[in-house]
């Protein structure tokens, strides 16, 4: 019995957990654009974002209405960081981001 309310719980668990997921892209104007999201199709509406370069923040908001940010495209190595919180935090390198 235990074997099974176990397995009914992971089970139960797996389908309400969800992952963060964030791609950018350059938009060949001097800007990134960044989409976020969750696995589960949650929308990402004011979560943190912000972009890192040489250990210090340059560029710090919130995800807007449409779980997407735009900012002017650093000079040099950079990181884009969706932040949901622990556990749930994805980071794209500057150079991994085309058009």
Do not use: R, W
Request: aromatic share 10%; charged share 25%.
């Amino acid at each position: 019995m235990k074997k099974i309310v176990l397995a009914l719980s992971f089970m139960i668990s797996s389908m309400f957990a969800h992952s963060a997921i964030m791609s950018c892209f350059d938009n060949a104007d001097g800007t990134i654009t960044c989409e976020g999201g969750f696995s589960d199709g949650s929308s990402a509406t004011g979560v943190k974002f912000k972009v890192e370069k040489d250990g210090k923040i340059i560029f710090n908001t919130k995800m807007n209405e449409y779980s997407e940010v735009t900012f002017d495209k650093p000079s040099g190595d950079y990181t884009a960081i969706f932040d949901a919180g622990e556990g749930h935090q994805v980071k794209i390198n500057g150079s991994d981001i085309t058009e």
